[in-house]
Every structure is written in C-alpha cells, then in structure tokens.
C-alpha cells in the first residue's frame, strides 16, 4: 500500500524559512517521481516542485529560487525547502509519488502552512 505522509506545516513568519518533509513508503522511491503539490480555496491543486527518480528538479516559475526539493532514498524521504516565505504561500501542501516505470502512486494528506505577517 502506497502511503505518503506530509509533515513541518504550521505558522510560519513572513520572510521567514519552512522545512516540509514527506515520509513515503510502499513504493520504491529510487524509481520514483515525487512532486510537492499547493492547494488554497476553491483553486485546483497546482504542482510546485517535481524531483524524478533520478534526482532531476523542475520548478513552477513562481517558486524557483525560493522553494527547493531534494530527496533521501535511504530514509525514505522527499523535503521542500522554503525561504523567504511570503503570504501568498498560504496553501494545504501535498506531497504525490509515481512509480517511474509502473505507475503505482499515492498521494499524501496534506499539511498546512499559514504564514503571518
């Protein structure tokens, strides 16, 4: 069973940095695409950072520079680094893996992340 859990949401500062992590388990995450998705109200979720299962990063344009996404095949983890977070990076974030080559994939629940000004 394909399970991705999100973790390090919470309150966060204008201006200030974040740490997400994603524990992923059930798939093999060195074969696997694990993107970071943002979701606010009443707005589709939209993908932010992409790393493929062999260290490849793509970025949304609206976050390059300040989001980056890096991977740990041997804890099993995929993180989302944010700096100089801004009010408009207010959003539930998701965390999404994809087995490159079978398919299988799995979606996290979510963590929330509300930056105050």
């Known amino acids: 069973q394909v399970q991705l859990k999100e973790s390090g949401g919470g309150l966060v500062q204008n201006g200030g940095s974040l740490r997400l992590s994603c524990a992923v388990s059930?798939?093999?995450?060195?074969?696997?695409?694990v993107s970071w998705y943002a979701q606010t109200d009443g707005n589709q979720r939209r993908r932010l950072a992409r790393?493929?299962?062999?260290?490849?990063?793509d970025y949304e344009d609206s976050v390059r520079g300040r989001f980056t996404i890096s991977r740990d095949n041997i804890e099993r983890m995929v993180y989302l680094d944010i700096n100089n977070v801004k009010p408009e990076d207010t959003a539930i974030y998701y965390c999404?893996?994809?087995?490159?080559?079978?398919?299988?994939?799995?979606w996290g629940e979510g963590t929330q992340v509300t930056v105050t000004s």
């Open positions: 790393i493929d299962y062999g260290g490849e990063k």
């Open positions: 059930g798939i093999n995450i060195a074969l696997s695409d």
């Open positions: 999404h893996g994809v087995n490159h080559f079978t398919g299988v994939e799995g």
